[in-house]
């Protein structure tokens, strides 16, 4: 089971070419959120400022926020586990803090993990019963958390002024949910949700430290996570267009519920690719009004079929997307024209299927393509 030989604790990111300038390659333009949030582009970005208010923090108003929460942390005995970081060095959880004003981490942010925690001990259900927004709010601390953390790391220790991780021109690109995460503590108004967040229930395990998973996605604000029976795959900025678009690996791990662990990777690895062909970044306008700041999303107008909206799905990106989640070698996860799946059997044996989506309806019908489901092979791949 090569998903849990690393202890089922990582954050998996997925890297096409780096650029050995900044360590990490330059993000594809049409994932760039073209909305501009004054309060980010004026907010110095440093361990002497609050990471999510901006605020000069001195030695009395300095705090340190764990990125994964220490209750997080505690539930799955994570404390000497750590994160996969961006340059591939790894990071103990316990470690990775960034700078917070006492405000922030006592106030708004301990409120909102208190209400988290609650919902993840009750367990999966009680998790659906939260409000989407705190679970938005929650999810995107992670992620913009464990980016500014890398914002503030050299690249190399070696070379500690050659670069950091993450540069403030690729945290940039997170402008918008950096404004949407000011909602945790003062009036932000999103004038529609910003994200596809969809839960499943998964499998637990019994030893704690292999119900965890983290996984993000450098090219865009994506967001998969698993704590015992809760799995989460949240794609964070498509302001709701990614929602019922009848993705078949979504629509059968509803039916494969509670997910093996290899089946919620299966799940996230979909998720991330789909996230990836989403064709038009949505901007957003922002203006201030009655105490609030408005974040108003620009979706399609007049309304396009919603197909239109997403590139063809492509059976070899998205295989190589699942052999790398997966750990497993691309010629194992891709036969013929035809790609693993954990989804289809109860039991979860590994089976080749042609994935054909809704999303590739037109290309699929030009290559007068096989339905969904017929010719299936048996592959026992595991
Ligand atoms: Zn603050």
Request: hydrophobic share 40%.
């Amino acid at each position: 089971m090569p998903l849990v030989a690393k202890g089922g604790h990582y954050c998996d990111v997925f890297l096409l070419s780096p650029d050995p300038s900044i360590g990490v390659p330059a993000p594809p333009p049409r994932l760039l959120l073209p909305g501009e949030v004054s309060r980010f582009g004026e907010q110095p970005l440093s361990e002497w400022r609050c990471f999510l208010c901006g605020r000069h923090l001195s030695k009395t108003t300095a705090t340190r926020e764990h990125v994964f929460p220490k209750w997080l942390q505690r539930r799955h005995n994570m404390g000497e586990s750590g994160v996969v970081l961006l340059n591939d060095s790894r990071m103990k959880y316990r470690q990775l803090t960034v700078p917070c004003c006492l405000a922030c981490n006592g106030g708004a942010l301990s409120a909102l993990e208190r209400r988290v925690r609650d919902g993840f001990t009750a367990g999966a259900d009680a998790v659906a019963e939260l409000d989407p927004y705190d679970v938005f709010l929650w999810l995107a601390k992670l992620s913009y958390g464990l980016l500014y953390r890398e914002l503030l790391l050299p690249n190399h220790r070696s070379a500690p002024r050659v670069g950091t991780i993450v540069g403030r021109e690729h945290l940039e690109t997170y402008r918008i949910q950096h404004a949407l995460l000011q909602g945790t503590f003062r009036r932000v108004l999103p004038h529609a949700f910003p994200a596809t967040i969809t839960l499943f229930k998964t499998q637990v395990h019994e030893k704690p430290g292999l119900n965890f998973d983290y996984r993000d996605n450098y090219f865009g604000p994506f967001v998969a996570l698993r704590s015992n029976d809760v799995g989460i795959v949240a794609i964070l900025q498509d302001w709701g267009l990614s929602r019922g678009m009848g993705w078949p690996q979504f629509d059968r791990a509803e039916a494969a519920q509670p997910l093996t662990t290899m089946q919620f990777n299966e799940v996230v690895a979909s998720g991330m690719y789909y996230a990836t062909l989403l064709n038009r970044p949505v901007g957003v306008r922002h203006w201030e009004e009655g105490g609030a700041t408005h974040l108003h999303p620009h979706l399609p107008d007049p309304p396009v079929a919603r197909t239109e909206l997403f590139e063809p799905f492509d059976m070899a990106e998205y295989a190589r997307l699942l052999a790398g989640v997966l750990h497993l070698q691309p010629e194992r996860v891709l036969r013929d024209d035809m790609v693993l799946t954990t989804l289809t059997t109860p039991n979860g044996t590994p089976v080749f299927t042609p994935f054909r989506t809704r999303l590739s309806s037109v290309a699929a019908a030009k290559a007068a393509a096989p339905e969904a489901d017929q010719g299936r092979v048996e592959g026992g791949a595991e």
